[in-house]
């Protein structure tokens, strides 16, 4: 069965960076895009980009444009989203999905940025 | 971008009876393709959001007939003919018809 996999929860402080793992196992992680989505505390859904594991490309929103690096290792199956620059607002959960219609999900990883 | 419209921002329903929630888009999500690219996800507290149904109408892997999609164009519904106490959560819609994929702001539903 499709499983994607997440790292665990960090705390990091302001200014610092973060790099989430989403490891991809029952497909071929190559044949879906893996879009990246955060969650801020009681709020809604936020997308964030997506990569093309199969080709290495990226598109992120705009808000996020030169602070996110999204990479695959498709050796191990596994996708990264790396934010730079964090601040407090980027305290949240961060999911990575599967396909156009983000169909599966990962469990999540809690980013807490404080000082 | 185009903006997602969930009505109503909650939703208070019996066991038994019918749920309906309505999801409005700015722009058409018909794609040249000829699919519409409109879903609707449930998060239940706690976890990821699953997806409920997929291009409109077509319900995902595992979802109980009892959920069902509807629309076309911008406007859009999820019907749920007899509520479950499971079905309890924050439902979403999103559409990936174009860049960047966007989400309503979420329907509570609560027993």
């Known amino acids: 069965q499709v499983q994607l996999v997440q790292s665990g929860a960090e705390v990091k402080k302001p200014g610092a960076s973060v790099k989430v793992s989403c490891k991809a196992s029952g497909y071929t992680i190559t044949d879906s895009y893996v879009h990246w989505v955060r969650q801020a505390p009681g709020q809604g859904l936020e997308w964030m980009g997506w990569l093309s594991p199969k080709s290495g490309s990226t598109k992120s929103a705009q808000k996020f444009q030169g602070r996110v690096t999204m990479t695959g290792d498709t050796s191990i199956s596994t996708a990264y989203m790396e934010l730079s620059g964090l601040t407090s607002d980027d305290t949240a959960v961060y999911y990575c999905?599967?396909?156009?219609?983000?169909?599966?999900w990962g469990q999540g990883t809690l980013i807490t940025v404080s000082s | 971008d185009a903006v997602m419209t969930q009505t109503p921002l909650s939703l208070s329903v019996t066991p038994g009876q019918p749920a309906s929630i309505s999801c409005k888009s700015s722009?058409?999500?018909?794609?040249?393709?000829?699919?519409?690219?409109l879903y609707w996800y449930l998060q239940k507290t706690g976890q990821p959001p699953h997806l409920l149904i997929y291009e409109v109408s077509k319900r995902f892997s595992g979802v109980p007939d009892r959920f069902s999609g509807s629309g076309s164009g911008t406007d859009f519904t999820l019907k749920i003919s007899r509520v479950e106490a499971d079905d309890v959560g924050v439902y979403y819609c999103?559409?990936?018809?174009?860049?960047?994929?966007?989400f309503g702001g979420g329907t509570k539903v609560d027993i």
């Open positions: 722009q058409s999500l018909l794609y040249s393709d000829g699919k519409t690219y």
């Open positions: 999905a599967r396909s156009r219609a983000f169909d599966y």
């Open positions: 999103m559409q990936s018809m174009q860049h960047p994929p966007t």
